[in-house]
C-alpha cells in the first residue's frame, strides 16, 4: 500500500516526471512506517540563495501519530533534493522506531509524547501590515504533553534550530527549550507572580 502524497510547489511548476518520481520515492515510506498518516512534499524555488546549487529546495513533512518527521534538502535539481530528503527521512523513521521501542518501557503513569500539529494546516497564522505595530506575525499551535527529553528530540526533528515551545509534563507548566552558543540545551520554566 502507498500512501497518498500532497506535493505543493512554490515558484514552479511540478511536471509528471518530477511528480511519478516523487509518488515512487515517498509513497513507499509507510513500508518502513506503518502508522504513517500523510506525507507533504513542498518544493520552493529559492532565488535568493547565494549558491546556485543550493536554490532547488525539497521538505518532506510526515505524519505519523504522537509525532512529526520533517527533512529538509537543497540542490541544484528537485531530482536530487527530494532523494537527499527521502534518505534523511528514513534516518529519521529509524531513530523514531528506536523512541518507540524505547517509550514502551517507561514507568507506569508517565506520559508519552502527546500529538503535536496533525499538520501545518492546524497552525494559524496572522500576519499584520501595519507598520506601526511592533509583532508583525504571529502562530497560535497546539501544545503537546511532553517531557525535556521529548521536547529536544521534537526539536530536533522539526528542524527548529533555536527554540521549541512545550508543555512540559514534569513541571505542568508551559515551558520552552533552546539550544545554547555552547551547542547544549537551556530550558525557561515561568514563574508567575
Same mark, same amino acid.
Given at each position: 500500500?502507498?500512501?497518498?502524497? @500532497?506535493? %505543493?510547489?512554490? &515558484?514552479?511548476?511540478?511536471?509528471?516526471?518530477?511528480?511519478?518520481?516523487?509518488?515512487? =520515492?515517498? #509513497?513507499?515510506?509507510?513500508?518502513?512506517?506503518?502508522?504513517?498518516?500523510? $506525507?507533504?512534499?513542498?518544493?520552493?524555488?529559492? =532565488?535568493?540563495? /547565494?549558491?546556485? &546549487?543550493? /536554490?532547488?529546495?525539497?521538505?518532506?513533512?510526515?505524519?505519523?501519530?504522537?509525532?512529526?518527521?520533517?527533512? +529538509? +534538502?537543497? %540542490? $541544484?535539481?528537485?531530482? *536530487?533534493?527530494?532523494?537527499? *530528503?527521502? !534518505? =534523511?527521512?528514513?534516518?529519521?523513521? +529509524?531513530?523514531?522506531?528506536?523512541?518507540?521501542?524505547?517509550?514502551?518501557?517507561?514507568?507506569? #503513569?508517565? !506520559?508519552?509524547?502527546?500529538?503535536?500539529?496533525?499538520?501545518?494546516?492546524?497552525? @494559524?497564522?496572522?500576519?499584520?501590515?501595519?507598520?506601526?505595530?511592533?509583532?508583525?506575525? /504571529? =502562530? /497560535?499551535?497546539?501544545?503537546?504533553?511532553?517531557? !525535556?527529553? !521529548?521536547?529536544? +528530540?521534537?526539536?530536533? %526533528?522539526? #528542524?527548529?534550530?533555536?527554540?521549541?515551545?512545550?508543555?512540559?509534563?514534569?513541571?505542568?507548566?508551559?515551558?520552552?527549550?533552546?539550544?545554547?552558543?555552547? #551547542? &547544549?540545551?537551556?530550558?525557561?520554566?515561568?514563574?508567575? %507572580?
Amino acid at each position: 500500500m502507498t500512501i497518498p502524497v @500532497t506535493i %505543493s510547489a512554490k &515558484g514552479m511548476t511540478v511536471n509528471e516526471r518530477l511528480q511519478a518520481h516523487i509518488e515512487k =520515492k515517498v #509513497g513507499k515510506l509507510d513500508r518502513y512506517l506503518p502508522e504513517l498518516r500523510a $506525507a507533504q512534499l513542498d518544493l520552493v524555488v529559492n =532565488k535568493a540563495a /547565494r549558491n546556485s &546549487g543550493d /536554490r532547488k529546495v525539497a521538505q518532506i513533512t510526515l505524519q505519523v501519530p504522537r509525532t512529526i518527521l520533517r527533512a +529538509e +534538502e537543497h %540542490s $541544484a535539481d528537485f531530482f *536530487a533534493s527530494v532523494d537527499k *530528503a527521502v !534518505e =534523511k527521512v528514513y534516518r529519521q523513521i +529509524e531513530r523514531h522506531k528506536g523512541r518507540q521501542v524505547h517509550s514502551r518501557h517507561m514507568e507506569p #503513569g508517565q !506520559e508519552r509524547v502527546g500529538e503535536v500539529l496533525a499538520n501545518q494546516e492546524q497552525a @494559524t497564522w496572522e500576519t499584520h501590515t501595519d507598520e506601526k505595530e511592533r509583532v508583525v506575525r /504571529r =502562530k /497560535r499551535f497546539a501544545l503537546s504533553p511532553m517531557n !525535556e527529553q !521529548e521536547a529536544i +528530540e521534537q526539536m530536533a %526533528s522539526l #528542524g527548529h534550530e533555536s527554540f521549541f515551545v512545550f508543555y512540559n509534563v514534569d513541571t505542568a507548566s508551559v515551558n520552552v527549550v533552546y539550544r545554547r552558543h555552547d #551547542g &547544549g540545551y537551556g530550558l525557561i520554566i515561568p514563574d508567575i %507572580s
